[in-house]
């Protein structure tokens, strides 16, 4: 227990009581080697995370099933709120997709013509084909976050066999019963624990994970998902991370909204009760929220960040204990904090 953080509750009447069930989900799933390799593709390269999003909430068997799905209104707002673009030439309409705005310079050379000062980016909607799902799937499965097997299904007799990669044998091509020729595909498996952090609780655990990752390696004494007591009520509240440095305690609050809504006022009631023990509150959501509670929490030393900002996350925190910035100086009003 962070001893600090204990003294500074205790002062305001509060109490640490324990750690809350998505605490120990999260500290569970980080002792896991998924865990390590999850982050490392996920902090090298945010479009993991804006796929990996869509990828792992859902159930999905092969390339074709995610391909059919991408045009509901879910993945384009997936899509929309995420930093995910496209790159396209002007010259051969020729598409390299996915990147991240800004990644590469428009002055660059096209792959395909070799023509230069022709790039352009622009928003990544419901546009994805097989082609790029099959690149995505495969990277993940390179980096053993995905298994896949192969299926092999007679069109006439409605069998279906699955051998494992690199098992497969030209005998396999035709049925055996009929000799009709079988139909062929890969289908891919997400681990048990990859799926957990991503569906439990509604809207699993993935935001509150992917923050204390962020956390740890600043600020190693960071508490993770525990309750927090007032000692005149006995009502107790869960906080995702408590950090606490110079007398000043800063809470991060998580809240995983509808994906083709902004967050109202009523979402956030319990942000209140954390703001009473809490000198500042960092709120990470998943989308965009309205204007309504941003203009209501404004002055009220509340930090908003938004999903597709969360790498942000450990620079914001520094600010607020004063600490020399690790990276590009992260202007104050641009988080709503002085």
Not at 49 to 60: E, K, N
Not at 163 to 182: I, Q, S, W
Not at 281 to 302: L, Q
Request: hydrophobic share 35%; glycine share 6%; aromatic share 10%.
């Amino acid at each position: 227990m962070n001893d600090e953080i204990a003294r500074l509750l205790k002062a305001r009447d509060y109490e640490l009581t324990g750690d809350s069930s998505t605490g120990k989900a999260v500290k569970k799933f980080q002792q896991s080697q998924i865990s390590k390799k999850l982050f490392a593709l996920m902090k090298t390269d945010p479009v993991y995370r804006a796929l990996g999003t869509y990828v792992f909430r859902r159930d999905f068997k092969d390339v074709d099933s995610l391909a059919q799905q991408t045009g509901s209104i879910n993945f384009e707002n997936t899509i929309r709120e995420s930093p995910v673009k496209k790159l396209a030439c002007r010259a051969c309409h020729y598409t390299i997709c996915p990147i991240l705005k800004g990644s590469q310079s428009p002055t660059a050379v096209c792959p395909k013509c070799r023509k230069g000062g022709c790039l352009i980016t622009d928003d990544w909607e419901a546009g994805v084909d097989k082609a790029v799902w099959s690149s995505y799937l495969d990277s993940l499965r390179k980096a053993g976050l995905i298994a896949r097997h192969f299926e092999v299904g007679c069109p006439s007799c409605l069998t279906v066999t699955h051998y494992e990669e690199g098992k497969l044998t030209t005998d396999h091509m035709k049925c055996k019963a009929c000799k009709t020729f079988n139909e062929n595909k890969w289908v891919y498996t997400v681990p048990e624990d990859i799926r957990l952090i991503w569906d439990s609780n509604g809207g699993g655990i993935w935001l509150e994970w992917y923050a204390k990752e962020l956390l740890t390696k600043s600020f190693p004494d960071v508490l993770q998902g525990v309750f927090v007591r007032n000692k005149k009520t006995k009502k107790a509240i869960e906080v995702d991370c408590l950090i606490a440095r110079k007398g000043k305690l800063v809470s991060v609050f998580s809240r995983v909204l509808p994906i083709d809504k902004r967050g109202e006022t009523k979402d956030f009631a319990d942000l209140e009760k954390v703001r009473k023990f809490s000198d500042v509150v960092i709120v990470i959501t998943t989308t965009r929220v309205s204007s309504d509670v941003t203009d209501f929490y404004k002055g009220k030393r509340v930090i908003f960040i938004e999903g597709k900002d969360i790498e942000a996350l450990p620079e914001v925190m520094f600010k607020q204990f004063n600490i020399p910035s690790r990276k590009k100086a992260i202007k104050s009003k641009d988080f709503g904090v002085k």
